[in-house]
């Protein structure tokens, strides 16, 4: 029998893996792909719903994600993929945002970024650990802004703030790709345009949909395929990249 490179590319049995957020609509998903390809996977989140290797905190909270490494290396001596996954947004208008949502915001999707690629480089350098790769999850918000026309009273209108941190976390892909590198840890990004849920509206979900040449909102499935590429072994010379799964939204 000839042996298939491409599956030792794709072999992902017995890594492990990382997901902030794990226990909400996207991340719950992203935890249940890389199990099913035979992967260890430790999630992080302010509240435990279902997963059971779910760790019950904040990753805005830096000793919290120290005391969270220590623990996982200690057990299994490595960690493979790092999903930054945790996000957190308002929908109130611009114009009645408080101080306390603008610093909240930036905590989960900035400082927690930061906390977990900091600390995690820290113990990496500390072990000489192996190859670590690392996907930010950004948002198309990160790029455009959204087209306040098509939403109506009612809809939840993606934040200023959102925005921001969004953008924040491509330029965070950017940074620490380069300055990780040397460390044999890649860094890259991915960006989704709107994913398909329960509290979108008919009249919202036509609207969008007219503005993507694929006439559709997104999937979660439509993000696996290149989180699997981005935490493959294939992924060897792709670095400080953000890949943006928007059905072509942004090409307009």
């Avoid at 909270?61 to 057990?75: G, P, Q």
């Amino acid at each position: 029998m000839i042996n298939n490179p491409i599956n030792k590319l794709l072999d992902f049995n017995n890594k492990i893996v990382i997901v902030t957020g794990n226990e909400g609509n996207l991340g719950s998903k992203i935890e249940k792909f890389y199990l099913s390809l035979g992967c260890k996977v430790y999630g992080i989140d302010v509240i435990k719903k279902k997963s059971p290797n779910t760790f019950v905190g904040n990753v805005s909270n830096n000793e919290f994600v120290i005391n969270l490494f220590k623990k996982i290396i200690n057990k299994e001596k490595k960690i493979d993929i790092i999903i930054n996954n945790a996000g957190k947004s308002y929908f109130t208008p611009f114009y009645k945002r408080t101080n306390k949502e603008i610093e909240s915001t930036i905590e989960t999707n900035i400082t927690g970024i930061i906390n977990v690629i900091k600390n995690y480089y820290l113990i990496h350098k500390k072990k000489k650990l192996r190859q670590c790769k690392i996907v930010n999850i950004s948002s198309i918000y990160g790029l455009i802004s959204p087209d306040l026309r098509i939403y109506k009273k009612g809809d939840n209108v993606n934040s200023e703030i959102y925005g921001a941190t969004k953008a924040g976390v491509i330029q965070l892909t950017k940074y620490f790709a380069s300055a990780l590198a040397k460390n044999n840890i890649i860094v890259n990004a991915i960006s989704p345009g709107g994913i398909v849920n329960a509290h979108h509206k008919k009249n919202f979900i036509k609207e969008y949909k007219r503005k993507v040449p694929l006439n559709r909102l997104g999937r979660t499935e439509d993000m696996l395929g290149a989180l699997m590429y981005l935490t493959s072994k294939s992924c060897s010379y792709t670095t400080g990249q953000n890949i943006v799964i928007d059905g072509g939204l942004t090409c307009w």
